[in-house]
């Protein structure tokens, strides 16, 4: 049976004005990968993935894999539209050929300090439609690119998350929620997050940056995989310890009554855990303390307490200020 839509959620109504009109159309998904022809993301960008797919097959809209059979070139959500990764060249050079396609880009952040975007959309004589998810894109590309972008025929859209817009398949993609869950997981960031190269990112302090030192000198050294893992344990424990710590006394006192057992795991990162240790779980979890986003979007979807902490740059607060705030799972904290 088909969950029934949140309606603290923004549905699938809001992708409507740019959808319909491509009914029965034939699209072309850009590969979400790097040069090597590795898929690109981790565990939450898999699931943001799978909810894409049944958007576009809820519109019916087919997908093909020849680029060259296609009406429209779609750009699956993602957060890898940054000016510090290496996505943004790849996308340019990806939808050449496709010039005469209307393009969509499905809800994504985006960052861009120093790099002009428009070179993504040169040459294209048929429109762009580039959504953002959360209001500070939006407002950072209008402002500092937006001659630069209506020049190259881009109309940049506000509208939401993909795992919110189609919250309603989550529960299928992920599974149903165990019952009376008694799991406490804090689900810290503790992979190599590049965007911590860019200024207005959250530079990595204190234990997190000897742990990476650690990790760096193991590899090196090459002493094994057994250290490398001691090592990550130890720096996300020190990550997780530091996230719990922005949770007010008495709310604390309240999260360790509804709960038995703490997971300390960076559950999106497929680094730590496969897709279905992702999965499972965020079924049995009561309460998450996390700073990833597809951590908190799911499990928050799937009914627990949800509080949620910036990672880094503006993307995690402005979905949770977009689209989140109806939640009264979801608390953002710090």
């Not at 951590?295 to 607060?317: M, S």
């Amino acid at each position: 049976m088909k969950p029934e839509p949140c309606p603290s959620l923004p549905g699938l109504e809001e992708l409507e004005p740019y959808l319909e009109p491509l009914q029965g159309t034939r699209a072309w998904v850009v590969p979400m990968t790097g040069r090597s022809g590795k898929l690109l993301g981790n565990n939450g960008d898999a699931l943001m993935h799978a909810v894409f797919l049944r958007i576009l097959a809820s519109f019916s809209i087919e997908t093909v894999d020849d680029q060259r059979d296609a009406q429209v070139v779609v750009v699956p959500p993602s957060g890898a539209l940054l000016e510090s990764y290496a996505f943004p060249d790849l996308l340019a050079e990806r939808i050449r050929g496709s010039e005469g396609l209307p393009l969509i880009v499905f809800p994504s952040s985006a960052l861009f300090p120093t790099r002009d975007p428009s070179f993504m959309f040169e040459d294209r004589t048929a429109p762009t439609t580039w959504m953002l998810r959360e209001l500070p894109s939006m407002t950072h590309l209008s402002e500092q690119w937006g001659t630069q972008l209506s020049g190259v025929g881009v109309q940049l859209v506000l509208l939401h998350d993909v795992v919110a817009l189609g919250h309603s398949f989550v529960s299928e993609i992920v599974g149903p929620r165990v019952r009376s869950p008694k799991t406490l997981l804090i689900a810290p960031r503790a992979d190599r997050e590049r965007t911590s190269a860019i200024g207005t990112s959250a530079p990595r302090v204190g234990a997190s940056s000897r742990m990476d030192e650690l990790v760096h000198l193991a590899r090196s050294s090459g002493v094994g995989r057994r250290v490398i893992r001691f090592v990550r344990r130890r720096r996300t424990a020190a990550l997780a310890e530091r996230l719990a710590g922005q949770i007010d006394t008495s709310a604390w006192s309240v999260v360790r009554r509804r709960t038995r057992r703490t997971v300390r795991l960076d559950l999106s990162s497929t680094q730590f855990c496969s897709f279905d240790e992702y999965a499972r779980t965020l079924r049995a979890a009561e309460v998450v303390i996390t700073d990833r986003l597809h951590v908190a979007l799911p499990a928050a979807i799937l009914g627990a307490e949800v509080y949620v902490a910036e990672a880094g740059y503006h993307k995690l607060r402005g979905v949770y200020e977009n689209s989140l705030r109806g939640m009264t799972n979801v608390t953002l904290v710090g």
